[in-house]
């Protein structure tokens, strides 16, 4: 019943309300500055009403809750911006260190090397025979080759050390994800009864689900009473209420995935070095030593296919391995103990370490960021956050640069090597051996062997000249008789072509000893054999001989009489023959006498005009494309360049996306101390009035008690 006993009661109530009330503003203030603290009140309601006269009278006031103000869909969509921007500013900042490592403003660059290369050859073709010309060559080559390398090797070092940063990100956000989920637990116990909001809690797990955020793209779903679910944009679930899944970068090489009813379990390898993730699918099936199972390759999850140069992008499955279509490396596939391969079986290469998602302790998934060939990221994969932007850097980026600096070099060292090889230096050989091998001896040199330069061989022939090493005179000029069962046609001498989707190394070997005499004795004046897989010539007593036209591009091929060997720019080099004797480098020919002028410069003047000649250079990722060397890596310089501002202008774009969303929810969530100020001198206030409302309902009593007596 209302009375001066609830009027006590109201102002008490009133007492303890606006003294919460002033807690949490004082709460709010101290915290004005603390990052990730969303601003709180207390919110009042009034009390129960009693019906009486004159009618219904209040009860007071009570503090109900603590409430947190926090935009829930602001803060989703700052997260997401977050993603964008994070990925975009580590591949930034780390793309700045390969704009470094291919300065060209000094002279110790590429271009600079490859200038000063292309001039020496200039110069000596105007005096072939001068021995200091040659020096000067053998130095700017060899500069240029270690310029090469030097690019090579600190795009490698970048490469290495974002292995080291992912595996730390991945660390943390083990970390994170098991922070979220014990929150998430005890959120639940401390929410469950309704009655209290754990705001601190609340406030502690957004932070957390911000670093998240910024890491990898996460989709984020409340299902009340604090228990949270987030997956990545993919559907790979993170945290389920007080459950954490684990993420593990790690090495597995290859991943199977076999056709319905497959019972292949024998062993899929890679054995190269490449950026690539590769899809592996077998397009023919039975045993591998049938040699009638083919696969194609891909390397955007199976949405195009790669292909050779010749355009095909089906290949058969050979015991000894396959040179994949990039040449990147060989694919080595066994027939197991259980059954054939199936069409339809598939694998995932992975030459690098890949980020996977442990759904159990056994089970585990692929979610490694993957770009299309169409410059669009795998929606199956991880698409936002600093990770992604790291392993961008890592595989599309430096893996990119990589591979136009090895096309660079394999073109360098081809064209320049399929002119040398068909010149003439100051001496003739007494032995030469190959620089370039193959993985089998009885296979095609165009098709299966495993030659690096094999699918740049043609039909043709190969002239080579014998000479007394007495007298100097011609002894035998003749091109190379490619038969079968070592039967030679007299009337066709030296037109029975090479062919390099028939003929083998040993084949290769076979004619030149049946043309030079070992097969047709007492007429031997060459002995060639294969050591390592390699052709090695070697003259008999008393003579010696030079290498005339080559039609066929055996020679560049097999790394006999040329100034580089090596096929990329980690292997690239000067050819041993030439570092060692300047004499060896090519500067004529021999001409239709069989005669080798020391001032002739027909080879020099050959090479010097590659400066502005068009050449092929080929990429898995651009295909072949027609420019000069020296035009085609100033291209890879400036796609860097380009890449760099690219990455430079998605970061600053998603930058102020993010910032304006932040600054959103801080216009909600944050603390003005303004304002803080205004509402602490109104609780004052109200906290002085209801001491009043008590000593004034005091003093009622008082003159109550006074009437008495």
Avoid: C
């Avoid at 389920?240 to 991943?255: K, V």
């Avoid at 001032?599 to 295909?623: C, F, H, M, P, Y």
């Amino acid at each position: 019943m209302p009375g001066i006993a609830s009027l006590f009661n109201i102002g008490t109530k009133s007492l303890f309300a606006n003294q919460s009330a002033i807690e949490v503003v004082g709460n709010n203030i101290s915290n004005a500055n603390t990052e990730g603290y969303s601003r709180q009140a207390v919110r009042f309601e009034d009390g129960n009403y009693i019906s009486f006269t004159p009618g219904q009278l209040g009860t007071g006031v009570n503090a109900a809750e603590v409430v947190r103000y926090f935009d829930e869909f602001a803060e989703v969509l700052y997260n997401n911006k977050s993603s964008e921007q994070q990925r975009w500013q580590a591949l930034y900042e780390n793309l700045q260190n390969v704009e470094m490592v291919l300065n060209e403003s000094n002279s110790a660059g590429v271009n600079n090397a490859l200038a000063a290369f292309w001039g020496d050859w200039q110069t000596l073709a105007t005096n072939p025979a001068d021995t200091s010309v040659r020096a000067a060559l053998l130095g700017h080559a060899s500069n240029l080759e270690q310029a090469i390398g030097v690019v090579y090797g600190d795009m490698q070092r970048l490469q290495g050390q974002m292995d080291d940063v992912i595996a730390g990100e991945v660390s943390e956000v083990n970390t994170l994800l098991k922070s979220i989920a014990e929150l998430n637990a005890q959120l639940t116990v401390t929410e469950e009864t309704g009655k209290n909001n754990a705001n601190g809690l609340r406030d502690q797990r957004a932070s957390l689900v911000r670093e998240l955020a910024e890491k990898m793209d996460i989709n984020y779903i409340d299902n009340g009473l604090g228990n949270v679910t987030i997956t990545t944009k993919s559907g790979h679930t993170l945290v389920d209420g007080s459950t954490a899944f684990r993420l593990a970068f790690e090495s597995s090489p290859t991943i199977a995935d076999l056709a319905s009813g497959s019972t292949y379990n024998g062993a899929v390898a890679f054995n190269g070095m490449s950026s690539s993730e590769y899809t592996v699918e077998i397009v023919t099936g039975g045993t591998v030593a049938s040699g009638n199972a083919t696969f194609r390759v891909s390397v955007d999850g199976g949405k195009t296919w790669l292909k050779d140069e010749n355009g095909l992008d089906t290949f058969a499955i050979t015991e000894e391995g396959a040179l994949l279509p990039d040449g990147k490396g060989t694919l080595s596939i066994s027939d197991g103990t259980g059954g054939p391969l199936t069409t339809g079986d598939s694998f995932q290469i992975l030459p690098n370490k890949s980020l996977f998602w442990y759904e159990t302790a056994a089970s585990k998934v692929n979610i490694t960021p993957q770009l299309l060939s169409n410059g669009q990221d795998n929606e199956r994969r991880l698409t936002g956050g600093s990770l992604v932007g790291y392993f961008q850097f890592r595989d599309a980026g430096v893996g990119g640069y990589l591979e136009k600096l090895n096309a660079f070099s394999e073109s360098l060292a081809w064209e320049v090597n399929r002119i040398h090889s068909q010149g003439t230096g100051l001496e003739r050989f007494e032995e030469v051996a190959g620089t370039y091998s193959v993985l089998l001896k009885d296979a095609a040199l165009g098709v299966g062997a495993g030659l690096a330069y094999g699918d740049k061989l043609t039909s043709g022939n190969l002239m080579i000249s014998v000479y007394d090493q007495n007298t100097g005179s011609l002894v035998q000029s003749q091109a190379l008789d490619f038969v079968e069962d070592d039967v030679l046609d007299p009337a066709t001498l030296g037109t029975q072509n090479f062919d390099p989707k028939t003929h083998t190394l040993q084949d290769v070997a076979d004619a030149l000893n049946r043309t030079f005499g070992k097969l047709v004795p007492p007429n031997d004046k060459l002995n060639a054999t294969i050591l390592d897989n390699r052709l090695q010539i070697t003259a008999d007593d008393g003579y010696d001989f030079a290498f005339g036209s080559d039609s066929t591009g055996l020679l560049a091929a097999l790394g006999i009489n040329t100034f580089f060997e090596g096929s990329d720019a980690r292997t690239l080099a000067l050819n041993n023959n030439v570092r060692t004797n300047t004499s060896q480098i090519n500067t004529g020919h021999v001409n239709g006498a069989g005669e080798m002028n020391r001032g002739d410069n027909t080879t020099a003047a050959a090479i010097a005009s590659l400066q502005g000649k068009a050449v092929a250079t080929r990429t898995v990722s651009e295909g072949t494309t027609w420019q000069s060397l020296g035009e085609y890596y100033s291209t890879l310089v400036a796609k860097a360049g380009s890449d760099t501002q690219t990455a430079k202008f998605n970061f600053e774009y998603q930058e102020a996306l993010a910032k304006d969303l932040k600054a959103r929810q801080e216009s909600v969530s944050g603390v003005n101390l303004d304002e803080e100020m205004t509402n602490l001198i109104k609780f004052q206030h109200a906290y002085t009035a209801a001491a009043k409302l008590i000593t004034t309902a005091e003093s009622m009593l008082q003159v109550l008690l006074g009437l008495k007596n």
